[in-house]
């Protein structure tokens, strides 16, 4: 049973990342793993159209364009996506003007766990991490033992 006074955020599943620079494409993953969304990277802008508009639901939440490395006819095809009936949240990283309807805009310098903060709220609670598999608890009384 809901309760009337809790709002719930849908929690986020999938983003799309976007950009023609490969260092840019590797920052945003970087920012991205071990968040618990799965990670889609379009290197090419046909690429995204079909991810947001042409392929079957369901379809990334989020689309994170790099708008300072994109061309301009680009970034106006990115603005058709919404026309086309996809209402996901679009994030900008630049501090390029540009027409389209960003929900955020992260400008430069970027800096760990900046988009991260972008989307704080829509992340799911993390599951474990490769680290929490490779360690082991030992107790004290183990460690006494082996050092005699």
Known sequence: MRHPNVIERPYVHSVLIYSPEAYMLQWMEQELAETGVGIQVAKKLDHVLAALIHDPPPRPQVLVV?????????????????AGGWRGRLVGLGERFTELRLDHQLA?????????????????????????????????????????
């Open 66 to 82: 790099d708008i300072d490395s994109t061309r301009s006819v680009e970034l106006a095809q990115i603005a058709e996506i919404r």
């Open 108 to 148: 430069p310098p970027f800096r760990t766990g900046d988009l991260r903060a972008v989307l704080r709220d829509r992340l799911p609670a993390r599951g474990s991490t490769p680290h929490q598999h490779r360690t082991q608890r030992v107790a004290i009384s183990s460690m006494r033992d082996l050092l005699g």
